[in-house]
């Protein structure tokens, strides 16, 4: 399967939308997995619009979104557990040309655009980049913060769907790279 292919397939079931209910784990784009607290309803503008309370489990964040929004904004459920080895996969994909090559601008904006998407394959893309740029160089504080989240997103959300600790993700992740390193 084509790297393209493999995007496509986690990203439509990404897009899948659904109504949440209360106590639902979800993934909001750039804030990572959160849990449905509420369902509330508010009067915005004179109408009355209902909202799902949302709290981020890395941070404690309280989102509050609008119920007829979800698409729009990337609400989406967790990454089913038999999708985690497509996303392995994407990580241990190198693409052509290295990202040193680009300014620190660019890659920043375009690292960024990524993870704002939601997609759990754009923050693996994300964190690979950085992972191995990190190899040859020392990553900028802004590359450095970029690396964190997209870990912390990545992280999270593959130890919730595979219902295991993140130190075990973590070291899985770490190894899709030792693995394939000139030095073993």
């Known amino acids: 399967m084509t790297e393209k292919k493999a995007k496509e397939n986690i990203q439509s079931a990404e897009q899948s939308i659904r109504e949440f209910q209360i106590g639902d784990l979800a993934v909001y784009p750039a804030h990572g997995v959160g849990e449905i607290k509420a369902i509330e309803s508010r009067v915005v503008n004179g109408e009355e619009q209902d909202f799902y309370i949302m709290k981020v489990l890395e941070n404690g964040m309280v989102i509050m979104i609008p119920t007829r929004n979800v698409e729009s904004v990337g609400l989406r459920d967790i990454i089913d557990k038999k999708e985690v080895p497509k996303v392995y996969k994407v990580m241990k994909t190198r693409k052509d040309g290295l990202p040193e090559t680009q300014t620190w601008n660019r890659r920043y904006r375009e690292y960024m655009d990524k993870i ?15 992972f191995l740029l990190k190899l040859t160089k020392d990553l900028s504080f802004g590359e450095r913060k970029l690396y964190d989240t997209a870990q912390v997103l990545l992280v999270r959300e593959l130890s919730t769907a595979k219902n295991t600790d993140e130190e075990t993700i973590l070291s899985e992740i770490e190894s899709l790279f030792i693995s394939d390193s000139p030095e073993n």
């Open 116 to 130: 704002k998407t939601g997609s759990l394959y754009d923050v693996a893309e994300v964190f690979r980049d950085l």
